[in-house]
Each structure stands twice: as structure tokens, then as C-alpha cells.
């Protein structure tokens, strides 16, 4: 592959803003940005112009087909590709491409989730452009960033509510700020950076393990003898093989316009990470997405296979994505940046507790939008938070809101005395801490970190939540000061309101200790260990009364994804029974079997040899592995029976309440007798690779 200068690669398979405005008449690139900007509708004269124009270029970067890409409730990508070719008349073709087909397509509905928004035979369904995120071309198609909805208008994806909320965090920030004076400020908008973790392990490896193929995980796996407890893997030197992946990786992601920015290796082995610089949560999505995608397929031409569950091996680290959380306006000011002047901090301080107060009241929701069952398996471990909602905001900045509080004077850390009052607020230092790798939600200077997503999250479920809960409390703190006689005398006492009613979600200590959950406790905090303790709270009355306001879910559409995220936990638990079972019945037991008819050989002859011995090692071993044998097909039989006993269970709550309570359990019992037999049977008879041998696969 012939090498290009960088800048002239990133972006060449996007048909982004430089594209536009070069290729675009001045008038259609005039109220395309307009339409952008506005969020208004697209006329269809424009529409045409541009979709002949896309056409073109994406013609002469080689493409053939076109779709409309969009993010059903999967929580992967979907495309339906339709080629530019039409008739002419004359028994050839012309390659043509309408604004109708660019603005609107209708992929069938019926086979996507919809949580009974639908009928299946009810299929009609729209996408409808989404000119904010720029068409790209990949594997020589077109692909444009739609919405997804259906015949009667609910929302069956990911981007539409997303949306929503970011004009509904727009809307409420904008209000804040004209209070301010700032008047020069048309939008202001979330900015996200994910940090996305992977693991890469050798494709024929990966080819011998049905539970990694099927289940993306390992339902069994005794612990190797070198895990991760030398911390030799985390920022060493990459291997040939991954960084030859990882090069690929960035070209082909540059391309498309991601700024991949950051690689190295993570605490486990073969685990690693890639982090894009910032970008408007909407693009940050797309990108996300389009990163998970090329880390699987990329991997596959590299003979590897990429593993994106939260916890692929127990006992080993799991994998998150944390997302790096700010807002900022067209006018490049971000709102949670401390300032170098009081007028600035007020601002500052006034954002920040915002975004307390919205995590406190909206502890429920934020674990929601971590929940499955993956990352059910990492939450709580000592590679991740607890399932338990803190906000970590450091020393220094913790002592400044308790001087707030309490009308008490702040001596910062260069030991000069600064009031605190309605009028003068001190100088707020950046990065004066630490960070708190324990911690949820932490504060990092300018910008809060959300650690408990799974790595094979869409990050839109955790921004639709961040934007719609800071929305409201925004929300809330304009209509109070809106209507307060003195606007410097209601701030300071609505910040100091604020502190001191949600202080309790705010903890800078350890959140692997176990002190911290009877702690949490006390305070009054959630701690919703499981997904099924998590989900109702999607549809508790107080967030459906939220969503609704800032119309960012009806309730209908919030109820429709309460029983899709109910089911494919359900789901997900009922593929790893059935992977479990299937494994033990042809792969383990004829592997103990084995061992044991070769252990019971092998007594024989010895005895021939000798009719003196008595006992021998060989007999205590077969004594063993019987005893394990015995044990493992009564909790086979009990994982089959439980498995069985749940497709009778049709209330999803109480089915996903039952996959975790009783076959969970069950696949956990069977488990633990697998992984003993693992360690005893004879290599030669044991046909599953070990995680020794998948952990360090790759070699050079």
C-alpha cells in the first residue's frame, strides 16, 4: 500500500465540510450549513443538488453502491445497499442518485428490536438523513448517517433520541448563559471523547473456542499460572503483530475521519486500548461505532480476533469504555473549564453543580445505561467501579464547595486567604489532583470521566442520560434565577443550596473498598448490582416524566426499550447456557472419559505386573476425577433443567430475574467443577485451548 502524507489521508472518504464547500454550488452550500445549523428541514431542490454532487465524488473514490447507515436497538451498526445504476432506455445504465434517495430511505422494520412499539408484520420503517454526521465511503459504498423510526414516528434507534437530547441540553445551557450576559453563544453542545478497550488474541485459537465465538466470552477457564500479576503488560513495547494492526487500524480509521489519537497496552494480557480526540457526541457515536466495527474485521486480516466483551476471562481485567464527558460552545468555550477570574468561576461552579445535582438525582438512570449482561460480570471488580453512582471531584475542589457551603473562608493551596461571597469567588486551579481510576464519575480538570461502560457499549444510551439529566437541572436553576430579584445574590445562594443538598453522591475515596458500599449506604446511595435490579428504573415515573419533558423519549419508546434491554439480557444468559451445555456434552466429558478409561488402563496393567500394590497414585487420581465426573454431570443435568424451566417464564422481568438468580448460579456451579478437570486431565485429551494458551497467542 503506497503510503500518503497524513493530512491528505485523514478525511479523503469523507464528504465533509472542506468537500461541501469546494464542490457545492455557493447557494446549496449556503442552506445545506443552514440546515445544519438550524436543524430545519431540507428543501428537495437543495436536496438534489447535493445528492448529484455526493454522487459524483463518491464515484470517483471508487464506490458502486450506496445505504443509509444507521444504529438499530442491536447495538450494532445496519446497512441496506442499493447501487447507483439505473436503466437508460437503450439496454444500458446511467449511475444516478436522487435527493429523495439521499434524505429518505424505508428498510424493512419488522426484524428489528422494537419492544413492541410494532407488530411484525408491520413493517414499514424510515431513515431519514442526518446531515450534522458527514456521509463516508467504506468498502466502496456510500454510507449515510441516518435516524431510524417507524411507520407512525417512534424512535427504533440510537441517533434520534441522541439527538434529542443534545438539543435539549442545547436548549437549557443557552438559558444559563443569557443570564450570564452572553449573548454571542448560538449552541452549546456535549463534547465526548471514549476511550475504547480491547483484547486481540490469535484467530485459531479464537476458531477452537465456541463460548468466545457464540458468547463472546469464556464460560470456562482455569486461572493460567502468569496472569496479570507481574504488571509487565500495561504501556510495553507493542509486538510486531499488533502494531502492525494497530497501523492499519489508524489509516483506515483517519480515512474516515476518526481521530484516532492514542494506542498502547493495557494492564492484562493481550488487552490494549485506542482513544480518539474529542468530538460533538453525535460524530463521537458514529465514530465509535465505526471503530468496533474496523477492530473486528481489521483483526480478522491480521489472523487475530478481537474480543470487545467487558469480561472476555475471569480473573483477568475486563475491558471498559470510558467516556470523556464536557460541554462546550460554537464559540469555543468549555463550560466546565475553571476560570481565571470570579465571573468565570461562577459560571464554572454553576455548571458544576449542575451536573452534581444531576447525577444525584439521576443515580438510577446513569446505571441503567451501564447495564447488561457483560458488564454485569465487570462492574464491582477490581478493574472497574461499583455498580454504586459517585462523583470524585478531588481534594481541593471539595474543600472550595464546602467553603461555599458554609460561608467559610478558602486557603488555597499557594496559602493565600481568598473570600468566598456573593460577589467574589476564588481562583479555581485545574488538575490540582490526582485521578481516581475507582471512581464512576470523576472530575479531571475540565471534564468528567464516566468509567462504568462495558467496552462493547454504544456510548448513546450513557450521552442521551448525561445530556437529558444536566438538561433538567438546568432546566430547574433557569426558572429559579430567571425569576430571582437579584441575580448575583440567587446564584450564590442556589449554588450553595445545591452543594449541600446532593453532597452525598460526591466521594473522593477507594471505590474497590468494600467499607465504601456499607458507606454508600448510609448516605442513601444506589447500589443495583444487577441488570435486572437496574432496568425498572427506566420506567419509573419520575424519569418517564423527564424523558417526556424534554422530548427526548415518549413514554412509549422508553417502554419499548425497558423490555428490549430485558430481553436481550434474557437472551444473552440463554445463548451461554445453551453454549455451556453443548461444550460440556462434546467437548468435556468425552475428555474426562478418556482419562479416566486411560487412568483405569493403566491400574491394570500394573497390577499385572504386580498383584502387590495396593494403591497407587494413578488410583487416587481416577478416584478423583470420577468423584468430579459425577459432580459435573448432576450440575449439567441441573443447568439443563433450569434452562428448560425459564422458556416457560413469559413476564421479562421475571424471566431475566430468573436467568440470574438460577441459571446463572447454575452456570457458575458447573463452572467451578470444568475449571478443577481442566487442571487434572491430560493435555492430550483436554480439547479446549487454555487461557494460557489463548492470553499469550500472540507471539512475535
Same mark, same amino acid.
Given at each position: ?8 489521508? #485523514? ?24 440546515? =445544519? ?13 447535493? $445528492? ?11 464506490? +458502486? ?70 456521509? #463516508? ?22 441517533? +434520534?433520541?441522541?439527538?434529542? !437530547? ?20 448560538? %449552541? ?46 500495561? #504501556? ?5 503483530? =499488533? ?41 463521537? +457515536? ?43 460552545? /460554537? ?22 453543580? $449542575? ?21 454485569? *460480570? ?9 455498580? =454504586?453512582? !459517585? ?64 467496552? $462493547? ?29 437579584? #441575580? ?13 443538598? *446532593? ?96 487412568? $483405569? ?10 498383584? /502387590? =500394590? ?25 443447568? +439443563? ?5 425459564? %422458556? ?34 491430560? !493435555? ?17
Amino acid at each position: 500500500m503506497k503510503k500518503q502524507n497524513i493530512s491528505e489521508l #485523514f478525511g479523503s472518504m469523507v464528504f465533509g465540510d472542506a468537500v461541501m464547500k469546494e464542490r457545492l454550488p455557493k447557494d446549496v452550500y449556503k442552506a445545506l450549513k443552514k440546515t =445544519i445549523a438550524d436543524g430545519t428541514h431540507l428543501e428537495l431542490d437543495v436536496a438534489n443538488v447535493v $445528492a448529484s454532487v455526493m454522487k459524483d465524488w463518491a464515484v470517483e473514490k471508487g464506490a +458502486t453502491h450506496f445505504t443509509h447507515w444507521f444504529q438499530p436497538m442491536t447495538g450494532v451498526t445496519a446497512e441496506k445497499h442499493d447501487s447507483f445504476i439505473m436503466p437508460d432506455g437503450t439496454g444500458k445504465v446511467i449511475m444516478e442518485f436522487s435527493g429523495k434517495s439521499l434524505v429518505k430511505g424505508e428498510p424493512d422494520a419488522s426484524s428489528f428490536p422494537s419492544g413492541g412499539l410494532r407488530s411484525t408484520f408491520e413493517a414499514r420503517g424510515y431513515t431519514a438523513w442526518d446531515p450534522t454526521s458527514y456521509a #463516508f465511503i467504506k468498502d466502496n459504498t456510500l454510507c449515510i448517517p441516518t435516524a431510524f423510526c417507524s411507520y407512525s414516528g417512534e424512535a427504533l434507534d440510537k441517533k +434520534t433520541p441522541l439527538l434529542r !437530547s443534545m438539543q435539549a441540553l442545547n436548549t437549557q445551557a443557552l438559558r444559563i448563559l443569557r443570564l450570564f450576559g452572553i449573548n454571542d453563544v448560538k %449552541r452549546v453542545v456535549s463534547m465526548v471523547g471514549p476511550e475504547q478497550e480491547y483484547f486481540l488474541i490469535d484467530k485459531n485459537v479464537y476458531l477452537k473456542r465456541p463460548d468466545i465465538m457464540y458468547c463472546g466470552r469464556t464460560l470456562f477457564g482455569a486461572r493460567p499460572p502468569k496472569g496479570q500479576e507481574m504488571e509487565d503488560h500495561y #504501556f510495553r513495547v507493542i509486538k510486531h503483530r =499488533i502494531s502492525r494492526f494497530m497501523r492499519e487500524l489508524d489509516e483506515e480509521l483517519w480515512k474516515l475521519g476518526v481521530y484516532a489519537k492514542t494506542e498502547h497496552n493495557e494492564v492484562a494480557p493481550s488487552q490494549h486500548e485506542l482513544a480518539p480526540v474529542y468530538a460533538e457526541a453525535n460524530i463521537a +457515536t458514529d465514530h465509535n461505532q465505526l471503530t468496533m466495527e474496523l477492530l473486528k474485521s481489521i483483526a480478522s486480516k491480521h489472523g487475530l480476533a478481537c474480543l470487545l466483551h467487558e469480561k472476555p476471562f475471569a480473573g483477568i481485567n475486563g475491558s471498559g469504555k470510558h467516556i470523556n464527558w464536557s460541554l462546550s460552545t /460554537d464559540t469555543g468555550i468549555n463550560l466546565l473549564e475553571p476560570g481565571d477570574t470570579p465571573f468565570e468561576n461562577a459560571l464554572f461552579l454553576l455548571f458544576l453543580v $449542575a451536573v452534581i445535582k444531576a447525577v444525584d438525582d439521576y443515580q438510577d438512570l446513569l446505571r441503567v445505561s451501564v447495564a447488561s449482561a457483560g458488564n454485569d *460480570h465487570r462492574l464491582g471488580a477490581n478493574e472497574a467501579p461499583p455498580a =454504586i453512582v !459517585s462523583i470524585f471531584l478531588g481534594e481541593e475542589l471539595t474543600e472550595i464547595l464546602n467553603a461555599l457551603e458554609n460561608d467559610t473562608l478558602y486557603v488555597g493551596k499557594g496559602k493565600t486567604l481568598m473570600e468566598i461571597g456573593a460577589t467574589v469567588l476564588p481562583h479555581i486551579p485545574k488538575d490540582t489532583t490526582d485521578r481516581n481510576r475507582t471512581s464512576p464519575f470523576a472530575f479531571t480538570g475540565n471534564k468528567f470521566e464516566f468509567r462504568m461502560l462495558g467496552s $462493547a457499549f454504544s456510548i448513546a444510551g450513557p450521552n442521551i442520560v448525561l445530556n437529558t439529566i444536566v438538561a433538567e437541572a438546568l432546566r430547574q436553576f433557569a426558572d429559579e434565577l430567571e425569576n430571582s430579584s437579584d #441575580f448575583r445574590t440567587g446564584l450564590s445562594g442556589l449554588i450553595k443550596r445545591t452543594i449541600k443538598e *446532593h453532597k452525598r453522591i460526591i466521594f473522593n475515596g477507594n471505590g474497590y473498598d468494600s467499607s465504601w458500599v456499607r458507606e454508600a449506604e448510609q448516605r442513601g446511595l444506589l447500589n443495583l448490582k444487577t441488570t435486572p435490579e437496574a432496568l425498572p428504573a427506566l420506567i419509573d415515573p419520575k424519569n418517564v416524566e423527564l424523558f417526556a419533558r424534554h422530548r427526548v423519549f415518549t413514554e412509549h419508546e422508553l417502554h419499548s426499550r425497558y423490555e428490549i434491554l430485558l430481553e436481550n439480557y434474557s437472551k444473552t444468559i440463554n445463548i451461554e447456557a445453551l453454549t455451556m451445555i453443548d461444550m460440556v456434552n462434546r467437548q468435556v466429558l468425552p475428555a474426562v472419559l478418556d482419562y479416566q478409561n486411560e487412568l $483405569a488402563e493403566l491400574i491394570i496393567r500394573k497390577k499385572q505386573v504386580s498383584a /502387590d =500394590i495396593v494403591a497407587t497414585p494413578e488410583e487416587k487420581l481416577l478416584k478423583r476425577i470420577s468423584g468430579l465426573a459425577d459432580c459435573l454431570y448432576k450440575r449439567l443435568e441441573h443447568l +439443563t433443567a433450569q434452562t428448560s424451566a425459564a %422458556r416457560e417464564i413469559k413476564d421479562n422481568l421475571e424471566l431475566a430475574r430468573a436467568c440470574h438468580e438460577k441459571i446463572c448460579t447454575a452456570m457458575n456451579e458447573l463452572r467451578q467443577v470444568v475449571d478443577e478437570l481442566e487442571t487434572i486431565v491430560d !493435555s492430550k485429551h483436554w480439547r479446549i485451548p487454555t487461557y494460557a494458551e489463548i492470553l499469550y497467542s500472540v507471539h512475535e
